[in-house]
């Protein structure tokens, strides 16, 4: 499987982006698929999962309630919709795949081990 993420772009504060992670060669289908973002300077850190076993999100608590995942199992996208951008949300962000993730694994990027190209996302004050 090969994963395409679009859509960043630059944005000012409280502004709102839309990312997607289109899947090519295998269907999401068990596992995960995760975004994860890394800014200058720091680690890689989750953001956002589905786990396909149930179909639960997760979400990292620096984004709860501004963030939300999406799927387009038709077209084998998954989104992430970004709202009330903070300029600490300024990273390149990452999509990932990995039929084998378990629930106590859904956090770590380690566990993942497709993934996408990357696309920038930077918000201004």
């Known amino acids: 499987v090969q994963l395409q993420a679009s859509g960043g772009g630059l944005v000012q504060a409280g502004g709102s982006l839309r990312l997607s992670c289109a899947a090519s060669?295998?269907?999401?289908?068990?596992?995960?698929t995760g975004w994860f973002r890394q800014a200058r300077g720091k680690e890689r850190e989750f953001v956002a999962a589905i786990r396909w076993n149930g179909g639960r999100f997760y979400y990292a608590d620096s984004v709860k309630g501004r963030f939300t995942l999406s799927r387009d199992n038709a077209k084998n996208t998954v989104y992430l919709q970004m709202n009330s951008l903070k300029p600490e949300d300024t990273a390149v962000y990452y999509c990932a795949a990995g039929s084998g993730v378990i629930l106590s694994q859904v956090t770590n990027p380690n566990a993942y081990s497709v993934w996408g190209q990357g696309t920038q996302v930077t918000v201004s004050s």
């Open positions: 060669g295998r269907t999401f289908s068990s596992g995960a």
